[in-house]
């Protein structure tokens, strides 16, 4: 599975997709960027239309090296006007050339909305869905009570079944008990279903959290994730140790989290990530943009390893003996559990005859 480090415009350090920054990191395959700040920043949108995405990020002469993702910053859009707003992001698209890009502002629906905002979400998001329907956009569905209506509507049309790649959002709303929110047995099994309609879909799921949810992802069988959590952590003095949960390192007075213990400063202090192998502890704990890029670099660094580690272990088919000492103690502990039940149960035979293995990475 394909992990996305979600940027921001607003300031792009750590360049951990760049080979001649000292926080590269190698095993980083793909990063997005929201139209939604270029929208906010003009002058840094025209700079792009004439030079495109991968060479602004200084990626032109690898083009295929990193891939660059595009968000459609959809959150920014709720209230301006559409058809002006989807031309400016289809100019966009046109000049920048990122390599992966979704449909213009779909509506997004959030767990406490009423049935009727719902489907009027879903409604507004399977037309514009199907208004792309004949080119490189990626269609867009979302993970509220109407995913198996998504999954219907999209089968429904030739076109939309046809293209390669499905971006799934609003996974971890509903993943984190919001009130009205789906039951999780519910919302596991329609999202189960996702990946069984679409055996050969490249299956997108907009903004992960943390572990554990990357976790979810890849038992789910999708194919990339993206995420900021590795920056928004950062910000706030927390670092990301394997398989658990935040750490704060750096009291940054507006955040309280749980303190590392003895074992867990021990794992930090061998971290051989690009910031640790350099900076070392005190590279996490310091403060302003240094403090930040070492930790933003360590926590994606931890964020790619939980990958790379999951991936390893489902192919060797350790994956249900190890995971349970790996992941600490998460609340999603009991969905894990289901899913890795589902995956290499009896029926993993039958979800991989398909023509798609599901276990392959
Ligand atoms: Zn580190």
């Not at 921001?8 to 939604?36: Q, T």
């Not at 890009?101 to 009423?114: E, K, V």
């Not at 879909?201 to 990339?224: N, P, W, Y």
């Amino acid at each position: 599975m394909l992990v996305v480090a979600g940027l921001s415009l607003r300031n792009l350090h750590p360049r951990v997709w760049d080979e001649k920054s000292p926080y590269y990191l190698p095993n980083l395959k793909a990063v997005m960027l929201s139209y939604g700040e270029f929208h906010q920043m003009a002058a840094r949108r025209k700079q792009v239309m004439k030079i495109g995405l991968h060479e602004y990020l200084g990626l032109s002469k690898r083009p295929k090296s990193v891939r660059v993702y595009l968000d459609n910053g959809a959150f920014h859009f709720l209230r301006q006007n559409e058809e002006t707003e989807r031309k400016h992001y289809r100019d966009f698209v046109k000049k920048a050339k990122p390599d992966w890009y979704p449909i213009p502002f779909d509506s997004i629906p959030t767990p406490q909305m009423c049935n009727d905002d719902q489907r009027a979400c879903f409604k507004r998001t399977m037309d514009i869905n199907r208004w792309y329907e004949h080119d490189g956009y990626i269609p867009v569905i979302h993970a509220s009570r109407l995913l198996a209506e998504y999954i219907q509507s999209v089968k429904a049309n030739t076109k939309l079944l046809n293209k390669r790649g499905l971006a799934l959002g609003g996974m971890v709303p509903n993943l984190l008990r919001m009130p009205k929110a789906v039951s999780h047995s519910d919302l596991l099994a329609v999202l189960e279903q996702v990946r069984s309609e679409f055996p050969h879909k490249e299956l997108h799921v907009f903004g992960i959290g943390g572990t554990a949810t990357l976790h979810i992802a890849r038992l789910l069988g999708m194919d990339s994730v993206d995420s900021s959590g590795w920056r928004n952590r950062a910000a706030r003095g927390l670092v990301q140790l394997p398989g658990c949960g935040d750490r704060m390192v750096k009291n940054l007075g507006n955040w309280r989290g749980r303190l590392p213990n003895e074992e867990e400063w021990a794992i930090l202090r061998r971290c051989q990530c690009p910031a640790c192998a350099q900076f070392g502890l005190k590279g996490l704990k310091s403060k302003g943009l240094l403090g930040f890029c070492n930790r933003a670099t360590h926590n994606l660094h931890i964020l790619l390893s939980e990958a790379e580690w999951i991936e390893k272990r489902i192919a060797s088919g350790t994956y249900p003996r190890a995971y349970a000492q790996r992941l600490d103690n998460t609340v999603y502990r009991p969905l894990i559990k289901k899913l890795v039940k589902d995956m290499f149960s009896a029926d993993r035979s039958r979800s991989t005859s398909n023509g798609r293995s599901r276990n392959a990475p």
